[in-house]
């Protein structure tokens, strides 16, 4: 082992990888997603000086990284442990944390909700263990810049992208230092080489480097700043336009099982998703989304949720169906219907989710549709007929544009009061199995209420607009507190 007081790759290598990687840590803190990410600096100094004495010992990689992992998990689970009551002995720290990490498994591997902010703070300090480790080890064993350049970056970003605008100043940071190390990577390359042929040059040439890569970097980060942005091309455009389906499935999963998180940053209509959780406060701005001409107003829908969950509300659709531009959908007859057009323009660069009046019946731009297939029994006309479709969520194929226009028309009732009074209860089995579950963690004092409420009435339409009559006396509140982890929210 050659560290001792002197490092082959320079002192100034591991200063500026602790840097830049501790920006990464400080920027995720500062975001404020949860109360204690401020033990993530912790973990990136530990990993850092475990990666290093193992990087520079000659034991095999396989074996190091292995004792990486060992450390790595006894240092997390301690820092974890301190953001717990200190009246808990360490036995009972461990098992509150076993405990709590099988719940969120079960979560993950159901479609519950989770509502533990400690969890994401574990998963967190595990990543970042992992990433400062494999940062070290790629600076002083293998020697591969861009193996700790393009994680952390991408880490970095994200953070960026989903926070709020005040983390600027950390990328900064992160910029200066990671051009700096690629800077002084490079020149240890190339000092090995004039080593190994020995050619003579001055020990100090490293900090000139450093002096003018410095210069430099102040000057790349400016030409970034005030350059055109990447996304504005056409070519990175057309990337992220494959990458959107997974990566929304990705953010809806991880607003699922980090349902407390402090959510904030870049408001994007693409945040509905799948699932809609009972998450607490929210915060709306004034930045209009669209604007909308048609002969009235009406609810645009973006998402129909058919389950609910006691912590929110799932859209279990698992079908989805390409459509091309103004093509007939399969969709179901029903009585008592009238056609209304609807003009929307996006102000939102980048999203895909399309908005309507439901139920939707013609798109005026190619889209990927989800849905679940109706059984054909409920189509109108006599004998068999094709599976009609019950559309739930309308993406378009490709990523709109800031003020794109796009048309969609709408099938809307125009039942009157006494057509819905007299339509009777006879819904087909797969209206009653879809839209009228609830869970059994919904409290007897729920169904209790809501039979209060509708007593004097003797047909579902009173009694959903008496429903509708008594909740619309609560007042707004977008400040109420997330449902206690296990308690049904209503």
């Not at 600027?168 to 700096?180: H, K, R, T």
């Not at 309308?394 to 006494?418: G, M």
């Not at 009228?436 to 047909?459: C, F, G, M, S, W």
Request: net charge neutral; glycine share 6%.
């Amino acid at each position: 082992m050659q560290i001792g007081l002197r490092i082959r790759e320079g002192w100034s290598t591991l200063g500026l990888l602790t840097l830049m990687l501790l920006s990464v840590a400080w920027s995720i803190n500062s975001a404020e997603w949860a109360e204690g990410l401020a033990i993530l600096q912790w973990v990136v100094l530990v990993s850092l000086a475990i990666g290093l004495v193992l990087a520079k010992s000659r034991l095999p990689g396989l074996v190091a990284h292995f004792l990486s992992l060992i450390s790595g998990t006894a240092w997390v689970t301690l820092l974890a442990s301190t953001l717990l009551p200190s009246t808990l002995s360490w036995t009972e720290k461990l098992l509150n944390l076993a405990d709590r990490l099988t719940i969120w498994l079960l979560a993950a591997l159901g479609e519950e909700s989770s509502f533990d902010s400690l969890i994401f703070i574990l998963t967190l300090a595990t990543l970042f263990w992992l990433l400062s480790y494999l940062c070290a080890w790629f600076t002083f064993r293998s020697h591969r810049i861009w193996g700790v350049i393009i994680p952390s970056g991408i880490t970095m970003l994200a953070n960026l992208y989903y926070g709020p605008p005040h983390l600027v100043i950390y990328l900064i940071g992160y910029l200066f230092c990671a051009l700096l190390l690629i800077v002084r990577s490079n020149v240890f390359a190339q000092e090995e080489e004039w080593q190994e042929a020995r050619v003579g040059y001055q020990a100090d040439i490293g900090f000139d480097f450093l002096r003018y890569g410095a210069i430099l970097s102040v000057i790349i980060v400016l030409l970034a700043w005030l350059g055109p942005t990447a996304v504005a091309s056409p070519q990175f455009s057309l990337i992220l336009d494959h990458l959107e389906g997974p990566w929304q499935e990705v953010q809806e999963h991880w607003r699922r099982l980090f349902a407390s998180l402090n959510y904030q940053g870049q408001v994007n209509v693409n945040s509905f998703g799948k699932t809609m959780t009972l998450s607490g406060p929210i915060s709306l701005g004034n930045t209009p989304i669209m604007d909308v001409r048609a002969e009235r107003g009406y609810y645009w829908r973006a998402v129909v949720y058919d389950k609910y969950t006691g912590s929110g509300w799932v859209n279990t659709n698992d079908e989805t169906l390409s459509s091309n531009a103004n093509s007939p959908l399969p969709l179901p007859q029903f009585e008592l219907r009238r056609e209304v057009t609807q003009t929307i323009r996006t102000f939102q660069p980048g999203t895909n989710l399309l908005f309507a009046a439901p139920q939707p019946i013609r798109i005026g731009l190619p889209a990927r549709i989800e849905l679940s297939y109706v059984p054909s029994s409920v189509s109108a006309g006599q004998g068999p007929s094709s599976p009609t479709a019950n559309i739930s969520i309308i993406h378009s194929r490709s990523r709109l544009k800031r003020n794109q226009a796009y048309t969609i028309v709408s099938s809307i009732t125009r039942a009157d009061v006494e057509s819905l009074r007299s339509a009777g209860t006879d819904y087909p089995t797969w209206v009653t199995a879809r839209y009228l579950q609830l869970p059994p963690t919904l409290p007897d004092r729920v169904r209790t209420l809501a039979e209060d409420i509708t007593k004097d009435y003797d047909n579902p339409f009173d009694k959903a607009t008496a429903l509708e009559s008594y909740l619309r006396t609560i007042p707004y509140n977008e400040l109420i507190s997330a449902p206690p982890p296990g308690q049904d929210g209503v």
